[in-house]
């Protein structure tokens, strides 16, 4: 083609048909420029697919894991409330005068296995992550469903930075029932080989004197779960919320698409 092109320039210059030559050289200019235009828009096109495939697979993703937190949320917030349920038959137990011995000990060794965990609420953020360290966020050219993308992470991490402030403060008490009393001999893990053999009148004689401490600590763990349980039942309400508003993205991008 370019050969083309020079031997056409060259007849018309031998020829001396100079108006001719000068037009048809505006023409080839005219022509190459439109050339630059058509691969300059085809680029184009073809950088605004991949940046729209790049998104689609993110909000895909986004959707998908945050589907994943729901499950998180609910597993934990069960898990909670049977850990506050445990609590309270630990509570119960001290108070009723008529307990047997037998039970108040098992309400003690439900209580050391199960009522003195923490909260543990670990969301997926895989993908956010992805897109802040690696600069990607910018491809989702929607701006506000852009801020409510990181406000929601945000949100994410204020939750967890509220739990371990709940965690540190627990942890003197907790120090306290481990250091002041043998706790750890109502632990079924550890009584069996560590602690000597004690009658069940004798441990449930240790724990009536030590009710106090008992008492105090477990108040702590009872309140540390309701404040998470409420916490997360609010965090999953809104991540319902942010999933639906990413469906609904993703559902239009597939209309643009198909337009």
């Not at 630059?36 to 697979?57: C, G, V």
């Not at 994943?68 to 509570?91: G, H, K, P």
């Not at 108040?104 to 050391?112: I, Q, W």
Request: net charge neutral.
């Amino acid at each position: 083609m370019i050969k083309f092109f020079r031997k056409t320039r060259q007849n018309l210059i031998n020829e001396g048909k100079t108006a001719k030559y000068v037009k048809y050289a505006i023409g080839e200019i005219i022509l190459v420029v439109f050339g630059i235009l058509i691969a300059l828009q085809i680029n184009n096109w073809n950088e605004n697919r991949k940046m729209n495939h790049q998104k689609n697979s993110y909000l895909k993703r986004l959707i998908q894991e945050n589907k994943e937190d729901l499950v998180t949320f609910t597993n934990e917030i069960e898990r909670l409330q049977n850990n506050n349920t445990i609590i309270v038959n630990l509570s119960n137990a001290f108070k009723d005068k008529n307990c047997s011995d037998s039970l108040l000990v098992k309400s003690a060794n439900n209580y050391l296995i199960f009522g003195t965990l923490y909260p543990t609420v670990i969301p997926s953020t895989s993908t956010f992550e992805d897109l802040s360290n690696t600069g990607n966020l910018s491809v989702i050219k929607n701006t506000e469903l852009r801020d409510q993308i990181v406000s929601h992470y945000r949100n994410y991490e204020f939750m967890k930075w509220t739990f371990k402030i709940d965690s540190e403060w627990a942890i003197p008490i907790d120090a306290a029932l481990f250091t002041d009393t043998d706790a750890l001999r109502f632990d079924s893990n550890t009584t069996s080989f560590l602690f000597p053999d004690a009658s069940i009148e004798m441990q449930a004689k240790e724990l009536r004197e030590e009710q106090a401490i008992y008492t105090r600590n477990a108040a702590i763990h009872y309140w540390i779960n309701d404040h998470c349980i409420n916490y997360v039942k609010k965090v999953k309400e809104e991540t319902l919320d942010f999933i639906g508003l990413l469906e609904k993205a993703n559902k239009n991008e597939r209309l643009t698409k198909n337009d």
